[in-house]
């Protein structure tokens, strides 16, 4: 497949408390890997776009809106949720993190790429309608879904394999019977929603310790008889990695492997009801050389198949 990264330096600006997980360093272990593995001359570079006021209004209230906007501090940092925080130069940040899903989706729609990995902060898939939570600021996802559904598209599937479960984007989609929402999450732990279920809304609880072989079987059993059903013309990943073995920050066991397998699943299934592509979004994934292999072997299944 022809596969871009998308992201940008600004990205990098975002700053929370000392010692926070969701990092800068995140984004330069991403690259990292991606140049030392070799991948970086196989795949697409691109720089994500100012994203406009009128992005964010796809998916959040005005109030909402303008309080993330008239919280910037000139200087130090200011709490949004108690998970949450801003600086001077997060809103720099958020408009390229939010301005990567418009021109990912410009570049599936456009025929120019059929997958892009977006490889920004802050991540987006706590964040409701009406505010922020859980690292997230706007829900990146549920922007780019909208966006996309203003282009035409009719139908998406958004598959969150986070650690955690993808509250902000159900709550955001869950009345849209045009979007198929499937989320798999460690259970019970953050955020700690209600388990629903919908014609729409799939979510598959995982224990603890549930490692590759139940994600092949979640997979198997429950999302790709509803995918297959659904027929989605644009698939969305909110692609976190904190699942992984070496991220103290859940309790799942999953690994590259799994990831790859995941991937590989999802880009056959892609071909085989002719989406338009796969758009992916890095949420969450915190130990850093983890987290760096797991995304290096996301995008390199991603242009190898």
């Not at 009406?130 to 998406?156: E, H, L, M, P």
């Amino acid at each position: 497949m022809r596969t871009a990264i998308i992201s940008h330096p600004l990205c990098r600006r975002h700053k929370m408390t000392e010692e926070h997980p969701e990092c800068a360093e995140r984004l330069d272990a991403i690259a990292d890997r991606i140049l030392a593995s070799g991948l970086d001359i196989a795949v697409t570079h691109l720089m994500a776009p100012k994203a406009e006021m009128s992005h964010y209004a796809l998916a959040h209230n005005e109030k909402h809106i303008e309080r993330v906007l008239n919280s910037i501090p000139e200087q130090g940092l200011v709490d949004l949720d108690g998970d949450t925080w801003l600086c001077k130069d997060s809103l720099k940040a958020i408009e390229r993190a939010v301005g990567a899903g418009i021109m990912a989706v410009d570049e599936v729609l456009g025929g120019r790429h059929d997958a892009a990995f977006c490889s920004v902060r802050p991540p987006g898939h706590h964040a409701y309608e009406d505010k922020s939570a859980g690292f997230c600021v706007f829900n990146n996802v549920a922007i780019a879904t909208k966006y996309a559904q203003s282009k035409g598209v009719k139908r998406i599937a958004i598959l969150d394999i986070d650690v955690h479960h993808g509250d902000g984007t159900q709550a955001i989609v869950k009345s849209d019977p045009n979007v198929l929402f499937c989320s798999l999450f460690q259970y019970p732990f953050y955020p700690n929603t209600e388990i629903e279920n919908t014609d729409t809304v799939v979510n598959s609880p995982l224990p603890v310790a549930s490692d590759g072989t139940d994600l092949r079987a979640l997979y198997t059993q429950q999302w790709q008889p509803k995918l297959r059903d659904f027929q989605p013309e644009l698939i969305i990943i909110s692609a976190g990695f904190d699942a992984h073995l070496e991220d103290d920050m859940g309790g799942l066991k999953f690994v590259e492997n799994d990831y790859a397998w995941f991937t590989l699943q999802i880009a056959q299934l892609s071909k085989e009801l002719n989406c338009l592509g796969i758009i992916s979004y890095l949420e969450g994934g915190y130990e850093l050389s983890s987290l760096g292999r797991s995304v290096e072997t996301h995008v390199r299944t991603l242009a190898e198949s």
